[in-house]
Structures are given as C-alpha cells and as structure tokens.
C-alpha cells in the first residue's frame, strides 16, 4: 500500500522509508505503460545466446541483429542499448500483453548488464550486436527468438540502493525537521566580512541585486565549519538562474572549495558547465609568449553518457572520457611526455654527435647497396641530408608531440596538482623552444655555422640571449628540471585506465553531473566532496536527490529551482497523489525554509510577464530596463490581432485521439500553426534578421504532427529556426516567438495538461517578444 509522503519526519528510517513503496509502485506503472505499446518498441532478432555459467545467476550473452522500431515513442530520441534496459526475451516478436500470456508462450525479462567495448568505442550511428544480460529466469536460444525493449531501470535501482546507504546522516537530518528549516548563519564561524571584497568585483558587477544577495546568503552558510545548511535560491523565467547558478559555482571554484553540481536532466547539467566553462576561459586562459593558447580548465569535470550529454566542441574540454583519453596520450610508454622529453634532450645536448652516426649509417647503407650491385653502373651517387637539414627534421618531429603534452598536462592537469612552479616552467620551456624553432629556421643560417654554434658554449647571458646556441642551453635546462620535478608528482599509470580515471575525479574541484549519474561517484576513490549545488532542483523528485545527499563529506547544499514550474514526471496516479512526485525544493518551501527570490525579469515584453507575474508570483516579480524599453516591442506580423501578447480562437478545430490512443491532436490547429510559420518566414525574407520560433503544445501527437507537417523545411536556414516540443519539453528554453497549439476543443470545456498550474506557467513564460496561444 502506497502511503503518503508526509512533509517531515520523524527519524532518517522513516525519511528514506517514506519512498520504497511510491518507488515500487512507480516502477511497475512504467512498466506496464511500456508493456501496453510494445508492439512499437524497439525490437531485433537474436543471434545468438550463451550461458555464462556464471554461478547459476541467469546471466547470458547475447547477439542480436539490427534493431528496429528505434524511434520507438514518437517524438524521442532514437534507441540504443544501454546498461540497465529492462527488455522481453521470447520465442518470437509479442505485440501485447496478452500475446505474452499464450499457452506454450516461452518468454523472460531480462536487464542489460553491460554493452560490449567494441560497440562503446563506436560512433553514434553504430549498432549494437553484443551485450550482456541478467534474465528472470532460464533460456534457451531457439530459432526466430526476438529481444524487445521496455524501459530502463538504472535511475530507479539507483534511487533504491541510495536508500539504504545512509552514507551522510548529517546532511539528511537537516531536510528533516520543520523546526531546522530557517536557521541563520552558525554564530561560533564569523563569515568574512572582507569576503566580497577579495572576489573578482566583475563577477558581482555583472549581477542585479537579488542575484548577488542570493550568492552571498549561499556562500555564507558554506563556510560554516560546525552545521550542516540547505540554502535555497527561488529562479522565476527569465530572471537569470543560470547566470547565478555558474557565478556562483565559479566563486566556488576560485575557492577550491570541492562542489558537486547536480540537475535532473542532461539538457540541464551540460547547460550550466556551459556557462561555467565559458566563466573559467574568460579568467584563465593563457596565451605564450610564443602564441599557443590554452584553458586551464583541469578542476573542472563533467561526467555521464556521451550520446545522451550530447558532448560537443564546446564542453569536451571537460568532459571525463575526453580527458582521460588526452592524458592517457601523455602519459603512454610509446607517446607520453617522458619520451618526449628524452627525445628532445638528446637531440639538444647530441645533436652534432647524432648527425655523425647519421652520415656514418647513410654511408654503410650506401656501401651495402653498392656491393648488392656491383655489376650494375649507378647513374647517381646517394646524397646525405645536410647538418642544418638533419637537425630541422629532428627537430620538428620532436617539437610537435613535445608541445601536445605540455599543453595537455596546462589544460587538463589542475594547477595546483602541477604546483606553480612546474606550470611556469612549462609556459618558459614553450617560449624557450619556440625562440630556439625561429632561431633554427632562419633562412640565412647555414650548416658549417649551426654545427659551430651548437657546440659552443653560450657567452654572458647579457649579451646573448638571442644566439641560437643560448635558446638551446636554456630549453635543455628547463627540460632537465622538468623531467625531475614531474617524476615526484605522482602521476597515474597509463597501463591502468581507471587510475587515469580516479585522478580526475581525485584532482577535480568543480564536478558536473545528472542527479542520478551522481551514484556513480559513491564507487570511485575521491576524496570527500564538501557542497552539492542541484540546479533546477523543483524538477527533481526528492527521492532522487538522495543519491547525491549521500554522498560522504556533503556538508551544505544549495537548491536552485522555482516550484512554480514543471515537476518531475510521475507515471502512477496513486504515487502523484502520495507526493512522490514532490521536489526536495518543493517541500522546504511548503514548510516556510527561506527562498533567495531573483527578483528581476529580463526576457519577457511586460505584456508576456504581466499575468504569470500576477498570478504565479504576486507580483513580486520586476521587468529590467531592457524589457521595458520601446525597442523591446516588435510585431512580426500585421494585423490587430497580433501583438506581444494574442489569444486566437480557432473556428472547427476537432480535437482527436492518436492512433494509440495515448495523446491528443487538432489538425486545424495544426494547419493554422503552419500557415503563422510560413507568413514569418515571408516576414523574415525581408528584414533577414535573426528569429527563433518556438511551437508548443501539452500534447505528443500533437508535436509529431507539426513536426511531419514542417517537413524539416526550415532547418538548415541562417537567422531564421523553427524548434517543436511540448510543454513539458520547452522548460528551461526560450524564443523569439512562442506559439501555444492548446489542442483542446469541446463542449465540456476540458483544458486537459493545461489544467496544471505549472504547466501553464512554462507554456506562458517561453516568450521574449510574441505570444500566441490558439484555441
């Protein structure tokens, strides 16, 4: 029996026991909703399957074909197998329950274990062949046997087991009472009052008042040294969330203070290392003397799936499997920096010595060959490379992997691990070896006088510093120096993978992951983490956000979210009415904790923020200077009816079910969305001024139809993109224009999704300049 979930609690006990059976209940309505539409899922024909003989734990390998069906749910993304996928095993495809339930019907559930290396290594378009599965009971392969997928658990088995951890009880006591909701700051620690003074003032010079007031209140719990504190800050659209999410995470970062960021989605947590990333580029990057540039971003980490974070250009500086394949680069027997090293150290302290042995293997080869064809006339004699040709070629295929390495080990290792002095002996040793390259390729210098400088020894410093044979004496002493220094560092085994792994995480200040990846970090030898931020924390359900509460060492944490907006998704009828739905954000704030309100919105035409500011936030909510400003308005289209803000009654719109009868469409509306699309289109020719359009609708059919109609028409153009998703879809995004397709038309007057508060306040609160709702 499903119970609900009270807004405190007695002890942790009864905390973490509040959420089993909401979890379980949770579980098997997905479950049965994905077994009701299996006969679209994504399915695939078996190859092959082997017992592992794995002391009889079911566990069996298992060989598929091309998979099929793999846009399975409309409107999402295409499928691919990954760990912690529940899938059907039978004796040929099932389309239905009932199809499952046939006499001599032979079928099993079975959980992916892990996916074969090769298929990881892949590119996205790849498919799967092989994985590995747990199965609810014994199989036998048979001829014509089909895999079918269901869903994937891992977020649910994680939520589980973090219930049964109890890993960090002083955070978890501090969510659980009502009478610990509003303490002050501890009066035994003195926060500094000469803090802010010592921050970067363009950090806080670039924030409003509310944003740099809600920063300050966070960071003043943090450094308490006795208690343990949950802040929280309230983000209404458009009023900056994200821009004070990642100052404050990089004031955190510029206090080495070890922080986890955490966010419901992937969408979310790669949207907010984004903004932080960019802060770290804009305050430390470095460019040589010699004009390489570089990141120092190595105390900073994202972590999670590639595909599903999308890992772009933009974000895999930081992103883990990105790092450890470049230090795995630097740190190789055959390619590392101590190859580099020698190689470039031999070439400056032997170079003449090395060109002799050279000229001397060039003549052997040409007598070898000489004496293989004595009776044959040789019409050329073989010439030997040049002292400056030899020692230019030698050069330049040590400089390159030399050069890699040091710019890897500036941008990928943290500074503080490097310590100071190695990092400037890097950046000297760089404009060192590039002085010693311009030197070495001046186009006057010749053979007989480069083999003379280079044994010379360079006279006083003063009055040489720009003589080739100077520029090498110093890379050779900086090299030497190095060479030393980074064999105390302790650098991890490239032959061992996951000690390259542990010392990204060990090293890393600032970790960016999804609140369920989060679980990860509980097997991964780290040294304790000291705050957890959860970004858009009122769309997280509170039973998820304990895998990251536990984690050990967790002393504070600050939730960033608005309850006013979307909650997370709930299958189960009875868990939405048990609470299990509800935000660790949402219940503070239900229970009176204090909310640090960004006061000041800056992405609505007033028209647009007028009524959610009413309605949702008693209007506590101002319009900023440039929303208010005359230029601010823009009608894209002509007409009356068009302005920022324009409710359009569609005449004959029919409301209709999908073909399965889980979502909802209007086709009038539909073509009404098209021809509003086409009409700024024409608009845009025009003016040719960038405009993004957002179409949003409550209902799934409804999308995929817009979409099909749209026929990806406008998708490649520059200036002018037209982006479709639901509601539920849109949270966190913003447009141009917004036009809402509600769906609904009938008698009754039924406005379905929309009958959530949340839900309308996303729909209304997408849009800068225009509005449009048809109904």
């Known amino acids: 029996m499903v119970k609900d979930i009270p807004l405190t609690f007695e002890s942790e006990e009864h905390y973490v026991g509040s959420f089993v059976s909401p979890l379980l209940e949770e579980t098997r309505a997905e479950l049965a909703s994905s077994m009701e539409i299996m006969y679209r899922a994504p399915y695939a024909e078996i190859c092959s399957i082997i017992d592992t003989k794995d002391d009889g734990n079911m566990m069996y390998d298992i060989t598929v074909g091309n998979w099929r069906n793999i846009h399975g749910e409309r409107g999402k993304e295409p499928y691919r197998t990954l760990p912690g996928d529940l899938l059907i095993l039978a004796d040929g495809k099932p389309e239905s329950v009932s199809d499952l339930q046939r006499v001599g019907r032979k079928w099993a559930f079975s959980l992916v274990d892990n996916i074969s290396e090769e298929y990881k290594e892949d590119g996205i378009d790849s498919t799967p062949v092989f994985f590995k599965v747990k199965a609810s009971q014994r199989i036998e392969f048979q001829d014509g046997m089909s895999v079918v997928f269901l869903m994937n658990i891992t977020t649910h088995k994680r939520i589980w087991n973090s219930l049964y951890m109890r890993q960090n009880k002083n955070i978890i006591k501090e969510i659980l009472y009502s009478d610990s909701m509003a303490r002050e700051c501890c009066n035994i620690c003195s926060f500094d009052s000469h803090f802010s003074q010592k921050l970067d003032p363009r950090l806080l010079d670039q924030l409003n008042e509310s944003q740099a007031g809600a920063i300050m209140a966070a960071l003043c719990k943090t450094e308490c040294s006795h208690d343990s504190y949950v802040e929280q800050i309230w983000g209404p659209p458009g009023t900056g969330k994200t821009k004070t999410v990642s100052v404050l995470l990089f004031i955190l970062l510029q206090m080495n203070r070890r922080t986890l960021t955490c966010a419901p989605t992937n969408v979310a947590i790669v949207q907010v290392a984004s903004r932080v990333l960019n802060l770290v580029k804009e305050s430390y990057n470095t460019t040589t003397a010699s004009g390489d540039l570089f990141y120092c971003v190595g105390e900073v980490l994202l972590f999670g799936n590639k595909e599903r974070l999308k890992v772009g250009t933009e974000i895999e500086e930081i992103y883990l499997e990105n790092r450890i394949k470049m230090l795995r680069e630097c740190l190789g027997p055959l390619t590392g920096w101590k190859v580099c090293m020698r190689s470039m150290v031999n070439l400056l302290e032997n170079c003449v010595s090395k060109y002799h042995d050279f000229v001397e293997n060039e003549l052997f080869k040409e007598e070898q060959l000489a004496a293989e064809n004595k009776n044959e006339t040789r019409a050329t004699k073989l010439e030997v490379k040049s ?20 710019l890897t080990f500036l941008t990928h290792v943290p500074k503080r691990f490097m310590k100071e002095h190695n990092f400037q002996k890097m950046l000297s040793l760089l404009d060192d070896l590039r002085s010693f390259e311009s030197l070495l390729f001046k186009e006057d210098l010749v053979s007989e006088e480069l083999e003379q400088l280079l044994t010379s020894k360079p006279i006083d410093k003063l009055r040489d510093m720009s003589s080739i044979n100077f520029a090498g004496a110093k890379s050779l002493s900086v090299l030497k120096i190095l060479q030393t220094s980074l064999e105390g560092l302790g650098l991890p085994s490239v032959l061992k993978r996951f000690a390259i792994k542990n010392f990204c995480f060990q090293n890393a200040s600032l970790i960016f992951c999804t609140s369920s990846t989060s679980y990860k970090l509980h097997t991964v030898e780290i040294k304790p983490l000291e705050i957890l931020v959860i970004d858009e924390a009122a769309q997280l359900k509170e039973a998820e956000s304990i895998i990251p509460l536990q984690l050990p060492g967790i002393k504070s944490a600050i939730l960033i979210g608005d309850e006013c907006q979307l909650p997370a998704m709930v299958s ?16 503070l ?16 035409h007033p ?18 200077e440039n929303v208010t400003n005359e230029s601010y308005r823009k009608q894209y289209l002509s007409g009356p009816m068009f302005g920022p803000y324009s409710f359009i009654n569609v005449v004959g719109g029919i409301e209709e079910k999908d073909v399965d009868n889980r979502s909802r469409r209007n086709m009038v509306e539909v073509a009404i969305v098209i021809k509003i699309v086409r009409n700024l289109y024409k608009g845009w020719q025009n003016s040719r001024k960038k405009l993004t359009i957002g179409v949003v609708s409550p209902y799934v059919a409804q999308v995929v139809s817009i979409q099909e109609k749209l026929s990806r028409k406008y998708e490649k153009l520059d200036g002018f993109s037209v982006t479709v998703k639901s509601v539920d879809g849109f949270q966190g995004g913003e447009e141009d224009i917004i036009i809402l397709s509600t769906v609904r038309s009938n008698s009754h007057g039924s406005v379905g999704f929309l009958s959530s508060p949340q839900r309308t306040n996303v729909a209304l609160t997408r849009a800068r300049y225009d509005f449009m709702s048809l109904s």
Not at 399 to 406: A, H
Not at 591 to 602: E, I, R
Not at 608 to 622: A, C, L, V
């Open 387 to 406: 002292f400056i040709e030899f020692v230019r070629d030698q050069f330049s295929s040590c400089i390159s992997p030399l050069r890699r390495c040091i």
């Open 572 to 587: 189960s009828k009875v868990c939405i009415e048990s609470g299990f739905g509800r935000s660790l954000f949402g219940r």
């Open 589 to 604: 704030s239900s229970l009176g904790h204090s909310k640090h309100l960004l006061a000041v919105q800056y992405r609505m």
């Open 607 to 624: 028209s647009i923020s007028f009524f959610p500011n009413w309605k949702f936030y008693e209007n506590q909510i101002r319009d900023a």
